[in-house]
């Protein structure tokens, strides 16, 4: 008899998730945050060129599973005007592996008047929160640009080096360059895409993957190319970025953040070269979501939005292996 009947995670590590979730409740109930649900189907997909959804049957009627809850929470936040939260299950087509399940949780809250710096400091400290709740000590802190951490590891400014200097680099340091990694010479938006797929294989090879593993690391101000629904501003440098944030123990990301694009116009302008971008990457295009786009026009309060992986931050604070250690049951058992 198989034993993939039996629960993927142990009972210790159970409660020790149903802790974190009540600490995480906790955490927002104290700070007057509102909880609230949102529907898992929406009838458009998310455009992002990076992220597939799953597709749902009902008749003649076909909907996808949210990749995340934020497009039905922008819309709430665009007409209540308030800060709100949800622990909501989410779902990418193709993402299984020691760090990934097509099926998992997620926390994302939003913050109306909250700047970037404001979130990041409330982010660190909810996973101190669930941390203590844990019986763990605090998480030491680093918080440092994309551009510095690029510079410190690589010694190539990020905002300014093309494909070829980060070929030449990984060449130089003797790396196992991916085959699908091309060295263009063309112009225009095959070159942002190339560029871009660059920066992400040598910023998880060569970046994340020397971060501390008993370190929070932030990482702020993006690549603009990489701006996805964050606002765009010009750092100290006079350099265009993304006002973005990304959290990480180890090499393990656990929250991606935005100062939040407002702007209706731009964001239709985005999805359309999400599309574009599709296109090239040999994938389907998607309609837009109307509804998002309709709450956008109607005024998004300026505002900071993030989310965290509730499964990744289990396995860093308890130390498991893989993503199946600490969800009842995996993708292998269902």
Same mark, same amino acid.
């Given at each position: 008899?198989?034993?993939?009947?039996?629960?993927?995670?142990?009972?210790?590590?159970?409660?020790?998730?149903?802790?974190?979730?009540?600490?995480?409740?906790?955490?927002?109930?104290?700070?007057?945050?509102?909880?609230?649900?949102?529907?898992?189907?929406?009838?458009?997909?998310?455009?992002?060129?990076?992220?597939?959804?799953?597709?749902?049957?009902?008749?003649?009627?076909? &909907?996808? /599973?949210?990749?995340?809850?934020?497009?039905?929470?922008?819309?709430?936040?665009?007409? $209540? #005007? !308030?800060? *709100?939260? +949800?622990?909501?299950?989410?779902?990418?087509?193709?993402?299984?592996?020691?760090?990934?399940?097509?099926?998992?949780?997620?926390?994302?809250?939003?913050?109306?008047?909250?700047?970037?710096?404001?979130?990041?400091?409330?982010?660190?400290?909810?996973?101190?929160?669930?941390?203590?709740?844990?019986?763990?000590?605090?998480?030491?802190? &680093?918080? /440092?640009?994309?551009?510095?951490?690029?510079?410190?590891?690589?010694?190539?400014?990020? $905002? #300014? !080096?093309? *494909?070829? +200097?980060?070929?030449?680099?990984?060449?130089?340091?003797?790396?196992?360059?991916?085959?699908?990694?091309?060295?263009?010479?063309?112009?225009?938006?095959?070159?942002?895409?190339?560029?871009?797929?660059?920066?992400?294989?040598?910023?998880?090879?060569?970046?994340?993957?020397?971060?501390?593993?008993?370190?929070?690391?932030?990482?702020?101000?993006?690549?603009?190319?990489?701006?996805?629904?964050?606002?765009?501003?010009?750092?100290?440098?006079?350099?265009?970025?993304?006002?973005?944030?990304?959290?990480?123990?180890?090499?393990?990301?656990?929250?991606?953040?935005?100062?939040?694009?407002?702007?209706?116009?731009?964001?239709?302008?985005?999805?359309?070269?999400?599309?574009?971008?599709?296109?090239?990457?040999?994938?389907?295009?998607?309609?837009?979501?109307?509804?998002?786009?309709?709450?956008?026009?109607?005024?998004?309060?300026?505002?900071?939005?993030?989310?965290?992986?509730?499964?990744?931050?289990?396995?860093?604070?308890?130390?498991?292996?893989?993503?199946?250690?600490?969800?009842?049951?995996?993708?292998?058992?269902?």
């Amino acid at each position: 008899m198989s034993a993939f009947w039996r629960s993927s995670a142990t009972l210790a590590v159970m409660h020790k998730r149903a802790r974190m979730l009540q600490a995480v409740r906790a955490f927002f109930a104290a700070r007057d945050v509102l909880e609230i649900e949102t529907p898992l189907l929406a009838s458009a997909a998310v455009t992002d060129p990076h992220l597939d959804s799953m597709r749902v049957h009902s008749g003649e009627e076909a &909907r996808v /599973l949210n990749t995340s809850p934020e497009y039905c929470m922008k819309r709430f936040v665009s007409e $209540h #005007r !308030c800060a *709100v939260y +949800q622990v909501s299950k989410s779902f990418r087509a193709g993402e299984h592996g020691p760090l990934h399940n097509p099926e998992f949780t997620m926390l994302e809250w939003y913050r109306p008047g909250f700047s970037l710096e404001q979130l990041m400091t409330e982010t660190g400290e909810l996973i101190q929160a669930v941390a203590q709740a844990l019986g763990q000590p605090p998480v030491a802190v &680093r918080q /440092l640009s994309y551009r510095e951490l690029f510079m410190e590891l690589c010694g190539l400014n990020p $905002h #300014r !080096c093309g *494909v070829e +200097q980060l070929a030449d680099f990984a060449r130089q340091r003797g790396l196992d360059i991916p085959q699908g990694l091309a060295i263009r010479n063309s112009t225009g938006l095959k070159d942002v895409i190339a560029r871009d797929a660059w920066l992400d294989w040598l910023m998880s090879t060569q970046v994340v993957a020397a971060l501390p593993a008993d370190q929070l690391t932030v990482i702020v101000d993006f690549p603009a190319s990489q701006c996805a629904l964050a606002q765009l501003a010009d750092n100290a440098f006079g350099e265009k970025v993304a006002r973005r944030f990304e959290c990480y123990i180890g090499a393990l990301e656990l929250a991606n953040a935005y100062h939040e694009l407002t702007e209706y116009g731009e964001q239709r302008q985005r999805f359309e070269l999400d599309n574009n971008k599709r296109h090239l990457l040999n994938k389907p295009s998607v309609s837009y979501d109307r509804y998002v786009l309709q709450a956008l026009e109607h005024g998004l309060p300026d505002c900071a939005g993030v989310s965290v992986g509730l499964d990744r931050l289990l396995m860093a604070l308890t130390g498991a292996p893989s993503i199946d250690r600490v969800i009842s049951y995996d993708w292998n058992r269902v």
